[in-house]
T-cell receptor, first 111, second 115 residues
């Protein structure tokens, strides 16, 4: 069985500051790891995904996530956030004909 | 290419009634998954259908059911509605099973309110 734990329900941060959104997972099958983002009043969309190979995955808008097998983590980071990054971020793990999502982390970027 | 569409967008029902929600996936996508989204709970997996077969089911009571048609369109049904069923129901489609390395594309959801 799979499970996902997002350790922070809300993360407030000032603009241009770095941010880390934490995600831990457990799975008894091969894992595929994802981060999805839901901007205010919009649907969920894929931010990035880990399949295999390099443990560091990058997205086109400056976010990156690092797969750590020994710690079963897939934390999301950005070195400098913008107001437009304000959204809810969901970590997800796929395996066994289903994808399990975490409870989400609300990122608030303040000016 | 058209995105995932869900109908209706909003529903208000009373306890004890039943409801059917519809999802049309992106053309060519054979997998449809359903999720229940509530504040603080994130997305709870309901079930996944692939080529008209239910591949997996989440931890929901039997009042929640679904099906997929030959054109990949999917419906989910909730019978004997309870107040706790009030939520945003999301449908997502993907080329292959969501349980592998396939990106899921989400619809806007159906907001169900049970009074």
């Amino acid at each position: 069985a799979q499970s996902v734990t997002q350790l922070d329900s809300q993360v407030p941060v000032f603009e241009e500051a770095p941010v880390e959104l934490r995600c831990n997972y457990s799975s008894s099958v091969s894992v595929y790891l994802f981060w999805y983002v839901q901007y205010p009043n919009q649907g969920l969309q894929l931010l990035l995904k880990y399949l295999s190979g390099s443990t560091l995955v990058e997205s086109i808008n400056g976010f990156e996530a690092e797969f750590n097998k020994s710690q079963t983590s897939f934390h999301l980071r950005k070195p400098s956030v913008h107001i437009s990054d304000t959204a809810e971020y969901f970590c997800a793990v796929g395996g066994g004909f289903k994808t399990i999502f975490g409870a989400g982390t609300r990122l608030f970027v303040k000016a | 290419k058209a995105g995932v569409t869900q109908t209706p967008r909003y529903l208000i029902k009373t306890r004890g009634q039943q409801v059917t929600l519809s999802c049309s996936p992106i053309s060519g996508h054979r997998s449809v998954s359903w999720y229940q989204q509530t504040p603080g709970q994130g997305l709870q997996f309901l079930f996944e259908y692939f080529s008209e077969t239910q591949r997996n089911k989440g931890n929901f009571p039997g009042r929640f059911s679904g099906r997929q048609f030959s054109n990949s369109r999917s419906e989910m049904n909730v019978s004997t509605l309870e107040l706790g069923d009030s939520a945003l129901y999301l449908c997502a489609s993907s080329l292959g099973s969501s349980g592998r390395n396939n990106e899921q594309f989400f619809g806007p959801g159906t907001r169900l309110t049970v009074l």
